[in-house]
Every structure is written in C-alpha cells, then in structure tokens.
C-alpha cells in the first residue's frame, strides 16, 4: 500500500509539474507570439531561462539576445512595450555584442575601437549615447572582463582591437598552439640539417683519416 502511495504521489508531483510548464509556456507564447517569435524559439528560451522565464523576460526583455532568429531590433520593440529603459546596461551588451556578432560573420574576430564605437551608436540609435560615453562605455564593460582588447600595428598606425573576451581567448589559444608548431617544426628543420652536417663532416674526416691510412702505408713501403 505504501509503495502504491509513492508512485501515486509521484506521478501526482509529475502532472502538477507539467501543468505549470505547459501554463508558462502558453504565457510566454501569448506574450511574444504578436512579436513574430515561434514556438519554437520560445521553447529554447523556457530551456534556457527556466520556469520564472515570464518574470525575468519581463524584467530585461535582453534575455531574448541569443536565441536563434530573434533579431535585436525586434527585442528592442518588446522592451519600448514594457518600457523597459532605454539606456540600461541591460540594452548597451546586448548591442555591443550584436554589433561584434556581425563583424565575426563577415570573417572578423575583433574590430577596430573607432570603427566599433560608431557601429554601435547607429545600432543603439539613442540621444542618450555618444562618442565620449560610448569610448567610457568600452573601458568599463574590458574592466569587467566582456570585452577584450589588443593593440596592433596596422599601416605604420597604432590601433585597438575590440573583442568579445571569449573570442579573444580562443584567438589566442589558437595563435599560441600556432606559434609552438611553428617553433617545433623550425627545431626539427634545424636539427636534420644539423644532423646533414654532422654525417657530412663525419665523412670528410673519415677519408681524411682512411687517406691518410693509405698514404702512410704507401711511405711504408717506398721506404721499406
């Protein structure tokens, strides 16, 4: 009888658990459907963010940024309906890796900080941004690690680099794995023409010495 219980109880527990996602699920579908997002994407955001996906998407529409298909403009159009700030820290990421999202597709792995500054200002396409706070923007957002720099020389010109920090990273995995291959195939290349050149004065200096064998022999003899 107690065993009957438990598996009453838990497949109870189970029902009720279905219940309420199949509940959320209608909410975020009811929410966001007017807004062109599918099913399906609002699936991958329940999966990602959870069962409070409702409240948390309501507090920073931004959450959206990532999922497959949903555009930055169009969760820039959810947060203007929930009056969501304009000008939060929230809405600034999101664009910023917006805009490094598509210099990666055109092949890039970082971008030029001025190029960069003046991308992102047409994609927030706020009065409350411009070139100097946007420039103070990038230093907090490299201070707090979600963004990365490097500084290079490009046509005799110091520049810097922007990158989304888990980029950068694995750029420089890359390039460091690179550089030891590099190194190790110059050691090898180094090392057979060292060998080359050891067997090659090996047998100089064993003519030498079976030469001189032979001609000391031949004076043997002439004197003998």
Known sequence: MMVYLFFFEEKLKKIVE??????????????????????????????????????????????????????????????KRLEYPMDSRERLIAHVKHVLFQNEEDGNTGMEAEQFGLELLRSLKTFCYTKEN??????????????????????????????????????????????KLVVTKFLLILAIEANKTIIKNSKIIRFKITNNILINKQKIHVSI
């Open 134 to 179: 946007i420039c103070n923007y990038t230093i907090s957002l490299i201070k707090t690690g979600i963004l990365s720099y490097k500084k290079i020389v490009s046509n005799n010109k110091l520049q810097t680099i922007i990158f989304r920090t888990s980029v950068y990273k694995t750029e420089s995995i890359v390039a460091e794995k690179i550089i």
């Open 18 to 79: 279905s219940y309420k996602e199949n509940n959320i699920l209608r909410e975020l579908i009811e929410f966001l459907l007017p807004f062109g997002i599918t099913t399906k994407q609002v699936i991958r955001l329940y999966n990602e963010i959870g069962v409070h996906s409702i409240n948390q998407l309501k507090e920073n529409p931004y959450k959206l940024f990532g999922i497959y298909g949903v555009t930055i403009e169009v969760i820039d159009i959810i947060a």
